[in-house]
């Protein structure tokens, strides 16, 4: 039996003062800092909902092994190592104090808990081997970045803390003294190795052990393993609303608009810093970072928590004046407006980190308080403003699209039973008009009851609120709504993923209550309810690309599937990133009418998966997606031998015009 000398418990408690105080002084730095956060975002909501989020997202991880099955074993079996051990480590402090301390519990679950101990401490080990194996010889290049370093130093300890254990269990099993010896078959195996001078073994193998510990918990907080403790918070204040709806600004209460200054971010979003795991896969699927841009969304999380961390003596104190603000220490200006608001970094983040929210009250502040934008920006919400539309085309022209198609505009007949909402690239774009025309042609094929708003309908306000010009975003929202209610409008088809995601989600803030359907739910109705009836072959290979706003932002999926595989004669392939994985266009957050000068187009990255895949079509359901498509075939130069279509166009080609 050891025995403590009289000493120890003095230089133990010493030990543990120091280190837990560390620990304590930074967590009680970070919430302070955390504190600052001006904006108000309540998430206490949906209790039960967010319960289970903890549990499911903070707790038994589920997105860590989303897609990714090693790196969610090898952190699972760390994670759960640690919380199996908590209980086996306040023994064995306490015994610090009084040598032979047991937990008290009943047998056989003492029994139980040594068995446990011991096979997640193997567990654990075999967990930080694969993270050195995949640091140091897979090396992604996602982990190679400044927290590098730390995150070394933390899995060296995480090493030290959990094979101590094994080896001190195993001295003790040599020394004859273990309780439960048979409970403990790894230590029982290794205690060959200290059968001379095992209490020796077992008093460095202890050391060992509180060292690593209680200096990685003085240390933790100052790495991005603080994680451990801030990304449950996450999981439980998760974002319940629609993914795709951004938070309005209250316009007649509002001062200050956007951020420039991270404290005037809202404590769950500067959470998002210390929850970060720097894991780096929402930069690994970033479509701008991946063409070659600046534009990182881990750096995005990262500078913004360590400028929180570097400037908050000064934020505390209130003296601001004259730090640099985030677009010195985030992102710059030129990050900002790479986005394309496709939300793949949030979808592929495991801790609910949103970058996006971030992005856009970003590019609020330099659109709304400096007046600063790309000129092409400037000119696009001049356009919307002036004449309803990005491109400026004549207002009055937006129902010319439909001429000669026998469609009903509402100011001459209200009463239908549908609302064909256009949006303006199927008013105003070659391509976009023709996608309109077939959607009109198949709706009165199956005989629906439905009308257009003609020069009456204006933009939704997605682009002008993406690329963070509230003002004129609500101004349209609102007038939009006021021609929808003068015809009582209850039921609305849109053309547009983001038209459809701005009405469904982002009109209710502002009081537009409507049942919204994109066109591809609704044509895939009518084939099932063998209204449309797609008779005609279409001898092609197809793949269908999912636009972020239908697929990722709104789960729809399935239907536009439905349409092609009803299609006799098509043969329908996936490419390499389909439905929630799906690579962007390039086209969202308002880039369609930004020119990209740095890098690879994002869509003739996406245009290369389409040839990969042995597709002479692709099919969308988004006429941006659309206008991406037929620019990058220009680029690529192959016009003739990849058609692009809409899900519309290629349904009709089947029925028959
Ligand atoms: S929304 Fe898309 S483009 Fe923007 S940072 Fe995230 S992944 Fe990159
Ligand atoms: S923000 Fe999320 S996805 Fe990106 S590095 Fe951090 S934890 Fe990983």
Known sequence: MVTTPFWLSYVLATYLAVCIGIFLYRLIYIIRLLRTGKAKDKRWDHFGRRVWALITLGIFQKKVYHKERFVGLLHGFIFWAFVVLSVSIMETTAQGFAMGWRIPLPEPLT?????????????????????????????????????????????????????????????????GTATDPGWRPISRTLSFLFTSNPELFWWIFWAMHLLCLYIFLAYVLFTKHSHILFAPFNSFWVNLKPKGEIRPIDLEKTEVFGVHRVEQLSLRQLLDGFACTECGRCTDNCPANRTGKPLDPMHLIVHMRDTLVDQGPAILAGKTEGLPDMFQTVHSEEQIWQCTTCYACVYECPVMNEHVPKIIEMRRHLVLMDGK????????????????????????????????????MLADDAKVEYLFWVGCVGSFDEHGKKIAQSIARLLKKAGVSFGILGPEEKCTGDPARRMGNEYLAQTMIKQNIETLNKYAVKKIITMCPHCFNSLKHEFPDFGGKYEVVHHSQFLARLVKEGRLKPSREVSEAATYHDACYLGRYNDVFQEPRSILKSIPGLRVVEMERSRETSLCCGGGGGRLWMEETVGKKVSVERTEHVVAAKAGTVVTACPYCTI??????????????????????????????
């Open 373 to 408: 934008m790309p000129t092409q920006v400037m000119d696009v919400l001049r356009n919307v403003e002036q004449n309803y539309n990005p491109w400026g085309i004549g207002w009055d022209q937006r129902g010319k699209w439909a001429e000669g198609l026998d469609v009903k």
């Open 628 to 657: 991406m498509f037929d620019d990058a075939v220009k680029v690529m130069d192959i016009e003739g031998k990849l058609k692009r279509k809409d899900i519309a166009e290629i349904l009709e080609q089947s029925v028959g015009g």
């Open 111 to 175: 029994g139980l808990l040594y068995f446990a101990e011991e096979g997640i401490a193997a567990l654990g080990t075999l967990g930080v081997f694969m993270a050195f194996f995949r640091r140091y010889v897979i090396k992604p290049k996602k982990l190679m970045h400044e927290g590098f370093r730390a995150a070394t130093v933390v899995l060296i300890f995480i090493f030290g803390i959990v094979v101590s254990i094994l080896l001190y269990d195993a001295a003790e099993q040599a020394m």
